[in-house]
């Protein structure tokens, strides 16, 4: 199989997964438990979440390894299992996704602020280095350096999953301002985050969550002001939530997701999937309507 970049570059709009933390919860992940410790004592059911992706259509899948951080699981004391629940959460999703899909390694933010001094840049790098290690040697084809706010914490991230060898994808999430503008929750914009993680060697860069698919076109439309030529992924929210009756409610219907995916390309979407309230049915509809393009 071709790598994920050379298959962006064919020209086909390919279709990635949607949310995990969702079905987590659903299958019985409770408040304050550590998602990434399930690859190792509920493996069938991680399992069921990357292949229900894969039997939607997807032509990728993330794993579950959002949190793998050493800094994160440290304060559920399992800093010196990162190595291996990383490893575990990339063989997971290798075994769903088999020889003809990719698998992306997912690495999220560490919630610590380096100018606030509550890490240093080694000990940042380290941990991620040591994330993306494990994910390639448990069979991911890229890293996903995603829901980035910081381009400090972004810019050391990319650079540790480059260390590996295996192409990387960093995302950011942005959220509109009273202004109008698209801002990070530290002040970054979608143009600050282009220049930045394109010289920290990304190959394909993008937006997550935050937002639902009509606010990710303008995000769009912002990063093709700056390229017109990186690759861009889109995993967005199934619309802005709703609090309803103490739960949090994403609206967007499979269907309405779908009908705003052509918009989505002809801005200059490459890769499009979903994060927070997104099914695997918000993804089959996804596939058809890609194919329709």
């Known amino acids: 199989m071709s790598s994920l970049l050379e298959a962006v570059k064919k020209g086909k ?3 990635s997964d949607g949310a995990w933390g969702t079905f987590l919860h659903k299958l019985g992940l409770q408040p304050g438990e550590c998602p990434e410790l399930w690859n190792l004592t509920h493996r069938a059911e991680v399992f069921s979440i990357a292949k ?3 039997d939607a259509g ?3 899948i993330l794993t579950n390894s959002f949190g793998g951080n050493p800094f994160k699981l440290e304060h559920f004391g399992l800093k010196d299992k990162s190595f291996e629940l990383n490893k575990a959460a990339a063989e997971i999703s290798r075994e769903a996704a088999g020889d003809n899909h990719f698998v992306l390694g997912s690495i999220g933010p560490t919630g610590a602020i380096l100018m606030m001094g509550q890490i240093s840049e080694q ?6 280095a040591i994330q993306s290690e494990a994910l390639k040697q448990g069979g991911a084809d890229a890293i996903c350096v995603e829901t980035m706010s910081a381009i400090d914490e972004a810019v050391i991230a990319v650079r540790a999953a480059i260390s590996t060898g295996l192409e990387v994808v960093c995302t950011f999430t942005f959220e509109k301002t009273i202004s109008g503008e698209y801002r990070t929750m530290m002040g970054v914009s979608p143009k600050e985050m282009v220049i930045a993680v394109k010289d920290a060697g990304a190959s394909i860069i993008g937006s997550n969550c935050g937002n639902g698919f009509e606010q990710m076109i303008d995000i ?3 990063i093709r002001s700056v390229d017109s030529e ?3 992924l889109i995993h967005a929210n199934a619309g802005k939530p709703d609090y309803v009756d103490g739960k949090t ?3 967007e219907t499979p269907h309405q997701m779908a009908a705003i995916t052509p918009a989505l390309i002809k801005a200059g979407a490459n890769i499009i999937g979903g994060c927070c309230g997104t099914t695997p049915e918000h993804i089959k509809a ?3 309507a890609v194919r329709i393009e």
């Open 220 to 222: 769009i439309h912002e």
């Open 13 to 15: 709009t390919l279709v």
């Open 249 to 251: 409610v994403f609206p």
């Open 230 to 232: 990186i690759p861009i």
């Open 58 to 60: 997807a032509d990728m």
């Open 286 to 288: 996804l596939v058809n």
């Open 52 to 54: 229900s992706y894969i």
């Open 123 to 128: 000990e940042l790098y380290d941990g991620f």
